[in-house]
Structure formats: structure tokens, C-alpha cells
Antibody, heavy 113, light 111 residues
Framework: EIQLVESGGGLVQPGGSLRLSCTAS????????MTWLRQLPDKGLQWVAN????????NYVDSAKGRFTISRDNARNSVYLQMDSLTAEDTGIYYC??????WGLGTLVTVSS | DVVMTQSPLSLPVILGQPASVSCRSG???????????LHWFHQRPGQSPRRLIY???GREPGVPDRFSGSGSGTDFTLRISRVEAEDVGIYYC?????????FGQGTKLEI
């Protein structure tokens, strides 16, 4: 059974940082692109970033460039999202996904003072 | 970014009756390799999205055959032949042809 379990969300002040983690099981992790997406209250579903199987390819949406960093550790079957300079517009549920075909349950990020 | 426009945004349905959702993209979703990366997702309340249909018309394992997808280029449709109670929730189309990949606004199906 494929499982993706996110962690690391929480309440953070504007300008602060969070590191999200996602641990995968049930498939050969090092063969798949991995993705972070988010669901924002007024803007629906958005891609944030993805990373290639060996970590050599990465793509970011414009709103994440320069602030967010995606990485992976294939030995730990894990993918990460380092989020810096957070603003209220980043508030939402963050999902880890295998490509786009299987999603985790999500972790809530709230940026507020 | 490619804008994905769904209609209707709200879809009241009767159990056992058909339903359909339209999705239009701002540019063709035909990729250079011949694939069209248009997918459909279903999100039940309190759950994460689940992919139902991939590449226009492919059904994911375990998805009932009452769900079907069709279309090409910029116009796509998700059809449910006979709506069941478990089909409530929000349906999203998503394009994976042009980066950044983008979603439609969502269509809320209510019984």
C-alpha cells in the first residue's frame, strides 16, 4: 500500500521559516518524481515544486522561487520542503505527492502574527 | 501560466442521474510526445485529492467505470453515468503539459 506522510506544519510568524518532511512507503521511491502542492483558502490547488528521482532536476512555481527549496533523501525515502520568508499568502494545506497520482493527507501551515 | 476554466462551479445532481463537468485550457494541452496531460481529481470533504482520470481518458485502478473522461486540445469533459452518494465533493481538472502545472477552480457536486 502506497503511503505518504507529511509532517512539519504549524503556526509561524510572517518572515519565519518551516521545514516540511514527507516519508514515503509502498513504492520504489528513487524511481519517481516527487511533488509538493498546496491548497490555499481562496486560490484553490497549486503546484509548489517538484524534484527528479535522483534529485538533479527541480522546478518551482514563481511564488516559491528564491524562498522555498525542495530536496530529497532517497536513503530515507523522504522529500523535504524548506520554506523561508513566509507570508500570510502561504497559509494553507501542503501536500506531498508521488508525481501527481498519489497524495498524502497534508500538513497545515499557518502564517500569522 | 495556463488558465484552466471549469464549468459549472456548482453541480446539483439527482442520485442515479448522469452528470458532467467541463474543463477548458488557455492553450492546447497536446505535448510534443503526442500525450495530452489532462487529469481529473476528486476531493471528498476532509480528504486529500484523489486522481480519477489520467491523460484525458485513462481510469485509475479502482475507479468505477461510471466515470469517464474525453476531449482533446483545449476542451475536456468528465462524465459520471449514474451519480452515487459517494461521488459528492469537488472535482478538479489539472494540466501537466506546461510548467507550471495548473488546476481548475473546482466543481462542487452536491446531491
Amino acid at each position: 500500500e502506497i503511503q505518504l506522510v507529511e509532517s512539519g506544519g504549524g503556526l509561524v510568524q510572517p518572515g519565519g521559516s518551516l521545514r516540511l518532511s514527507c516519508t514515503a512507503s509502498g513504492f520504489t521511491f528513487n524511481m519517481f518524481w516527487m511533488t509538493w502542492l498546496r491548497q490555499l483558502p481562496d486560490k484553490g490547488l497549486q503546484w509548489v515544486a517538484n524534484i527528479g528521482p535522483d534529485g538533479s532536476g527541480m522546478n518551482y512555481v514563481d511564488s516559491a522561487k528564491g524562498r522555498f527549496t525542495i530536496s530529497r533523501d532517497n536513503a530515507r525515502n523522504s522529500v523535504y520542503l524548506q520554506m523561508d520568508s513566509l507570508t500570510a499568502e502561504d497559509t494553507g494545506i501542503y501536500y506531498c505527492a508521488r508525481r501527481n497520482d498519489f497524495w498524502g493527507l497534508g500538513t497545515l501551515v499557518t502564517v500569522s502574527s | 501560466d495556463v488558465v484552466m476554466t471549469q464549468s459549472p462551479l456548482s453541480l446539483p445532481v439527482i442520485l442515479g442521474q448522469p452528470a458532467s463537468v467541463s474543463c477548458r485550457s488557455g492553450q492546447s494541452l497536446l505535448y510534443s510526445d503526442g500525450n495530452t496531460f489532462l487529469h481529473w481529481f476528486h476531493q471528498r470533504p476532509g480528504q486529500s485529492p484523489r486522481r480519477l482520470i489520467y491523460k484525458v481518458s485513462g481510469r485509475e485502478p479502482g475507479v468505477p467505470d461510471r466515470f469517464s473522461g474525453s476531449g482533446s486540445g483545449t476542451d475536456f469533459t468528465l462524465r459520471i453515468s449514474r451519480v452515487e452518494a459517494e461521488d459528492v465533493g469537488i472535482y478538479y481538472c489539472m494540466q501537466g503539459t506546461h510548467w507550471p502545472y495548473t488546476f481548475g477552480q473546482g466543481t462542487k457536486l452536491e446531491i
